[in-house]
């Protein structure tokens, strides 16, 4: 007779310590998120009378809904519906341009013999030395010479422009080996063709994380929209946010806070999305070694 | 199915260094030839000339009636198989094998046609939906002649496409190899380190040392008449023994003992192949046995004949060896070299 015995592990002292760790870290991360719905969920009245709010009131409904179809700002033209796509379009934008720029300029570099190529790529890679922030005046003066303030294209473009893309896309295509370049090359397919038919489906995974991380930076970007955009029209959430805020300064209003905690949240909703949905990619290329 | 023909063809590399001496030699229609010789002796490089994925330097290179140098490897009527198989990672083995059909333009039924019929000679149908990382070793080296066939070429390349398997499989794979290229009856270059290989397949061998081609010439020519100390010692495993010697007189003399050979005086290397050496109380040659390596049907004795080292391929007949034997050299296995430049004389 044979018994089936599951193996049980005595809990040790180290496994609680360790749990206990995460558990508290966990907690740590996510009170804030649970205080941002809780205060939701109260008028601007009880908010602006008693500040955070730690038990859940009826407002939910009408804050959210207010800070989505509400038409809001200077203009009565913006509502958190505009501001939304606003962001995606910016997040999105960023991340595709990125990743086609990133991508074409690594291929010249890794598989092209150019001249002063590896000059080129340290070039490039000694940008990540200057990010916006320390170009945003001369950056300013380009896009708004260009014509490009309050355009979408003025709002992506100068962001578009870094290493890091371009530095992890080398890395990826010099582990490909040599010679499926040759094959491809013996199987008549020029640059363009290689790249798309073989390169590009080589990289899913490689795209897939990039692409997370560059829409999270797109998304949350708040310096370069609050300078170049002064059109309502084109306001993302992430400084939509402390526009209905900013009423506190200018008016004698009450500011409407339960609106702004629910805008928070939406714009924390689709980094969380994204990264969710491209999860199960990066599992799939760990799990798939197609190289 | 095409002749190939090769005149004073060379590699230089920018850096000045000569990866292939000037070479010349023809191959037949429907031949395969196998380039043998050790690490970094040229043997990849002028194969990777006449794919076309290297430039070449100087020379001519004509595949059927054309010269290809400045063609590209699409262009040549070439299909090549890599050492790593190259195959597509997130293609299917259709698409494999279907890509550079469809890159030439080819119409959608004749693709399916060709991968059929392709499949079915290399028995990969099941396989067909399957990628490449779902295939063991020696399905993935057919699926790279599968991809090679389809678009029936002029000349097939191999580099060293048996290296990746275990024993076993090589074997097998190498007869399968044979057996098609004999049946598509294509013309056919086939480079390989391993001496095995290049004698068990090969037409011609063409044996390869330091960028130069060292001897062109059929296996057994190869085995038989080896033109060089090099071409002895790298085919044939374990490898020729070469002794030092001096000839005086019609007489090669080793150490004490002499053996007859007509030549020139002078100092020689006399050689002569482990299983070709007779044990027997009735030789000339005394040895010294050190060590004995058991290979089931035969032995290998490891020892020394007048100081020099010395094996001898006996066969394994279970008696107690003594520690001094006498050795045997038939007339007809010894072949005679120039100590100084190592070449047959």
């Known amino acids: 007779m044979t018994k089936i015995t599951r193996n049980k592990k005595p809990i040790r002292l180290n496994d609680i310590v360790d749990h206990a760790i995460l558990i508290l870290g966990g907690l740590l991360m996510l009170f804030p998120v649970y205080l941002a719905f ?18 859940f009131g009826d407002q939910m409904g009408h804050n959210f809904y207010a800070a989505m179809f509400e038409k809001g700002g200077f203009s009565e033209q913006i509502d958190g519906t505009t501001m939304l796509m606003n962001s995606l379009i910016l997040g999105i934008g960023f991340a595709v341009g990125k990743i086609v720029l990133s991508m074409a300029a690594a291929y010249a570099i890794v598989y092209f013999r150019l001249r002063f190529a590896t000059f080129a790529f340290w070039v490039i890679f000694t940008t990540i030395l200057l990010p916006l922030e320390v170009r945003i005046l001369p950056s300013y003066e380009v896009v708004t010479g260009l014509g490009m303030a309050n355009t979408y294209g003025g709002l992506i473009v100068p962001l578009l422009a870094s290493a890091t893309g371009t530095f992890f896309f080398r890395q990826f295509f010099l582990s490909v080996p040599e010679e499926l370049v040759e094959a491809a ?32 930076y797109g998304w949350n970007q708040y310096l370069w929209p609050t300078l170049i955009t002064t059109d309502e029209g084109l306001f993302t959430l992430v400084r939509g946010i402390k526009q209905i805020t900013q009423s506190i300064y200018e008016g004698n209003q009450i500011p409407e806070y339960g609106q702004a905690w629910a805008l928070a949240i939406i714009a924390m ?17 760990l799990v798939e070694s197609e190289k | 199915m095409a002749t190939v023909s090769v005149t004073d063809i060379s590699k230089t590399y920018p850096n000045g260094a000569q990866a292939v001496r000037p070479a010349s030699f023809d191959i037949a229609d429907g031949e395969l030839i196998v380039l043998v010789g050790p690490s970094g002796c040229g043997k990849s490089t002028l194969l ?10 100087t020379g001519d290179l004509r595949i059927g009636d054309r010269v290809v140098n400045d063609l590209d490897p699409a262009e040549r009527d070439i299909a090549m198989v890599f050492q790593n198989y190259a195959l597509y990672p997130h293609m299917t083995v259709a698409k494999n094998m279907a890509y550079g059909l469809k890159n030439r333009g080819a119409s959608k039924d004749e693709i399916a ?26 399905q993935r080296q057919r ?29 097998q794979m190498r007869v399968e190899i044979r057996n098609l290229q004999r049946r598509l009856n294509v013309t056919a270059m086939y480079v390989t380190h391993d001496q095995v290989e290049a004698m068990t397949m090969a037409d011609r061998i063409f044996v390869l040392n330091a960028g130069g081609i060292e001897q062109i010439g059929t296996p057994s020519e190869i085995y038989r008449k080896p033109a060089s100390t090099f071409v002895a010692s790298f085919m044939g495993a374990p490898p020729m ?22 030549c020139a005086d002078g100092s020689v290397l006399l050689g002569i192949r482990p299983e070709e050496v007779a044990v027997s109380q009735m030789g000339t040659i005394p040895f010294k046995l050190t060590l004995i390596e058991e290979l089931g049907a035969s032995r290998l004795l490891h020892g020394t004949v007048a100081g020099q080292d010395f094996v ?24 005679l070299f120039d100590a100084e430049t190592g070449k047959r004389l």
């Not at chain 1, 397919?189 to 390169?199: E, N, Q, T, V």
């Not at chain 2, 990777?48 to 330097?57: C, F, K, N």
């Not at chain 2, 046609?113 to 392709?118: H, Q, W």
């Not at chain 2, 023994?241 to 007509?262: F, Q």
């Open chain 2, 241 to 262: 023994n070469l002794l030092n010697g001096k000839a005086d007189g019609g007489k090669v003399h080793i150490g004490e003992s002499a053996v007859p050979m007509p």
């Open chain 2, 143 to 171: 699926v790279a002649m599968g991809r090679a066939i389809v678009r029936d070429p002029a000349l097939f390349l191999f580099d060293e496409p048996l290296s990746n398997l275990d024993a076993k499989l090589r074997h």
């Open chain 2, 113 to 138: 046609a060709k991968v059929t019929e392709a499949a079915e000679m290399l028995s990969l149908t099941p396989l067909l939906d399957r990628r490449p990382s779902q295939l063991s070793g020696g």
């Open chain 1, 38 to 55: 809780t205060t939701t969920s109260h008028d601007n009245i009880t908010l602006s009378r008693e500040g955070l709010q730690f038990g």
């Open chain 2, 48 to 57: 990777r000339m006449v794919a076309g994925l290297e430039d070449i330097t």
């Open chain 1, 185 to 216: 090359r013996i199987d008549g397919a020029g640059p363009g063709k290689f790249f798309i038919d073989i390169l590009v489906p080589l990289s899913r995974t490689m795209i897939a994380a990039i692409f997370i991380i560059m829409f999270v």
């Open chain 2, 312 to 335: 001898v391929n006996a066969p394994n007949d279970d008696t107690a060896l003594a520690e001094e034997l006498m050795l045997e050299f038939p007339a007809n296995a010894l072949h």
């Open chain 1, 269 to 285: 909703l689709p980094p969380v999305v994204i990264v969710i949905f491209f999860q199960s990619w990066f599992v799939k290329g």
